[in-house]
């Protein structure tokens, strides 16, 4: 009876105490929500005086933090939207989808121009612009990625699966709810990982960006992080960084591990590994009965609207109206997105109208330099990425010990690393023209390590069971059984990588060191050079050669690689 006592006493005092610092949480929450909402309503300042205090970071972290997340939230309502829209309507999808591929490979440097320009002219009296160019910015470095991935996994959805969804007549909504989604949530929760660190990437430039004359920045750990990269502040430097890790740290596990293994319940495929995630965090929230109750309350009120909105609907006949007006919006919005998009064409071309063949032909050069580079990037990123993923997937010991690490490398910025490799070049005389290979490096590699992991974890173990039973020597399985169940997973790698290479081009081609600018010769060097000397037609022209020059040798190469992966060595073959 006394131990029965003492354990009641003990999760009471549990669950009173979790609720006590859930509560605690949510009000510093909101405390942080308010203090960032006030920047965007603070007078307008074009450059804002940084403090390098305690307090100081913590809030430049924090509004760091808010604009990454507000940036997540628009990306996923973008996905969901523009995905399943391309997904389900064979018009759309044959002008969203060449659309989406231009896009992402813009880089992510030219959309600030004018976003900047355009914004604080639309809100002269406030931050409001220079914020939401901020967010937006992140935006663009998250979206395209989770809007592929989202519309690859509604085109792939299983025969079973839309069979069972026929079966059980289910209508467009039901079978969105209970078959679609489900389905593409797992692949979308890993996507949504690797699009924040992504987002991450460019946080120095987006908080802190120059064009011309004119010094654009915000509080944040971005700019913090560039101000003392200008004072060439190591301390400074090193608290940034510490401060990124450990914001970085907390992401991990306070939302993504806690969505990693809620999404573990949609696994569709059993045959790979049978590896789990856990988090002591969610562990930790179950213990809260005021979650409990909040989360019974608001499934109770969502589910009596539904039903009574649906009720209400169906009996006057919507659902047919319903289908026509979502066919003639989908029309409309097309045809609105090819005229806007002829008319952004018709203005770009009338901007770099004038740019001689000369200034073509030197750009053209600098577009192939960058083009070895970005070649050499990836080449040097299997080299080793190949191997490590492989011993990482294989070992159920390394993925629990090693991924958080490779989630933490790989949301990192790698341009905050930026001035210790420079100084490390500046010691050993190398120049920037070979130095720029090892700074796109720290960008990109990661894609290919987390590509190769996954396809690791997805090797079947009946395969890996066959190659013990025949006692294959380490090549002849690499050759027999790994290679074979990981070059599609390789050659996603190598695209993304290949995408994110061309985007650090920009930072790593031009570089900015205790004052002094550091150039190679490149497309990345022009586009940056172009920007902070607001040469707005040279600009536009480096910027159309490359998203050209990706978007051909995304389909030249990258794409048909993808398809002999997919068709010759893809286990559900």
């Given at each position: 009876m006394r131990g029965k006592f003492v354990t009641a006493?003990?999760?009471?005092?549990?669950?009173?105490?979790?609720?006590?610092?859930l509560v605690l949480a949510l009000v510093g929450l909101l405390y942080g929500v308010v203090s960032f909402a006030q920047q965007w309503l603070f007078k307008y300042r074009p450059v804002?005086?940084?403090?390098?205090?305690?307090?100081?970071?913590?809030?430049?972290?924090l509004f760091s933090l808010m604009r990454g997340l507000l940036a997540y939230g628009l990306?996923?309502?973008?996905?969901?939207?523009?995905?399943?829209?391309?997904?389900?309507?064979?018009?759309?999808?044959?002008?969203?989808?060449?659309?989406?591929?231009?896009?992402?490979?813009?880089?992510?440097?030219?959309?600030?121009?004018?976003?900047?320009?355009?914004?604080?002219?639309?809100?002269?009296?406030?931050?409001?612009?220079?914020?939401?160019a901020a967010v937006l910015m992140i935006f663009t470095g998250q979206v395209w990625n989770m809007t592929f991935s989202y519309y690859y996994s509604l085109k792939c959805l299983p025969n079973d699966l839309q069979e069972a969804a026929t079966a059980f007549r289910m209508g467009w909504w039901a079978r969105y709810r209970y078959v679609e989604l489900p389905f593409a949530t797992l692949g979308l929760v890993w996507n949504s990982m690797m699009s924040m660190a992504g987002g991450w990437f460019f946080l120095m430039i987006n908080e802190s960006y120059r064009l011309g004359e004119k010094d654009f920045r915000l509080p944040g750990l971005g700019s913090c992080m560039s101000v003392a990269v200008e004072r060439a502040d190591f301390t400074a430097m090193s608290w940034a960084m510490l401060a990124m890790a450990l914001m970085i740290v907390g992401l991990d596990q306070l939302i993504w591990r806690p969505i990693m293994v809620w999404a573990q319940k949609y696994r569709v495929q059993e045959g790979g590994s049978s590896l789990r995630v856990s988090s002591w965090f969610l562990e930790w929230l179950r213990h809260s009965r005021l979650l409990r109750t909040l989360m019974w309350s608001v499934r109770r009120l969502w589910s009596w609207r539904v039903d009574k909105c649906r009720s209400v609907l169906v009996s006057v006949?919507?659902?047919?109206?319903?289908?026509?007006?979502?066919?003639?919006?989908?029309?409309?919005?097309?045809?609105?997105?090819?005229?806007?998009?002829?008319?952004?064409?018709?203005?770009?071309?009338?901007?770099?109208?004038?740019?001689?063949?000369?200034?073509?032909?030197?750009?053209?050069?600098?577009?192939?330099?960058?083009?070895?580079?970005?070649?050499?990037?990836?080449?040097l990123a299997t080299l080793w990425t190949l191997p490590a993923g492989l011993a990482i997937g294989l070992s159920r010991r390394l993925v629990s010990w090693l991924q958080p690490l490779v989630q933490l490398a790989a949301s990192f910025p790698a341009p905050m690393l930026f001035p210790l490799v420079l100084a490390l070049f500046r010691w050993a005389g190398v120049s920037l023209e070979w130095g720029s290979i090892l700074l796109m490096l720290l960008g990109s590699q990661w894609y290919i390590l987390f590509n190769v992991i996954a396809g690791a974890l997805a090797i079947p173990e009946n395969l890996s069971e066959v190659a013990r039973s025949y006692r294959m020597g380490l090549w002849t399985r690499f050759r027999l059984v790994y290679w074979p169940a990981i070059l599609p997973y390789l050659v996603t790698g190598w695209v993304t990588a290949a995408g994110g290479a061309w985007n650090t081009s920009i930072v790593a081609e031009y570089v900015t060191f205790r004052g002094e600018v550091l150039a190679a010769t490149g497309l990345g060097a022009e586009i940056s050079s172009s920007a902070e000397q607001a040469q707005f037609a040279r600009l536009a022209a480096s910027v159309v050669l490359m998203a050209s020059v990706v978007v051909l040798w995304n389909r030249f190469l990258w794409r048909r690689l993808a398809r002999l992966a997919e068709s010759k060595y893809s286990l559900s073959q």
């Open positions: 006493l003990h999760y009471v005092v549990q669950t009173t105490t979790v609720d006590l610092l804002a005086e940084l403090e390098f205090t305690l307090w100081a970071l913590l809030r430049y972290t990306s996923l309502l973008f996905t969901l939207l523009v995905g399943y829209w391309a997904a389900k309507d064979r018009w759309a999808e044959m002008v969203l989808i060449p659309l989406l591929d231009i896009l992402q490979s813009i880089p992510v440097l030219s959309f600030l121009p004018g976003l900047i320009l355009g914004l604080s002219a639309a809100f002269p009296e406030s931050n409001v612009g220079l914020e939401l006949g919507f659902s047919k109206a319903f289908k026509r007006s979502v066919w003639a919006l989908s029309r409309l919005a097309l045809v609105g997105l090819v005229s806007l998009f002829a008319y952004t064409a018709w203005h770009l071309g009338m901007l770099i109208a004038d740019i001689s063949w000369d200034t073509w032909l030197f750009l053209l050069s600098a577009a192939v330099l960058t083009l070895g580079r970005v070649l050499a990037t990836v080449v």
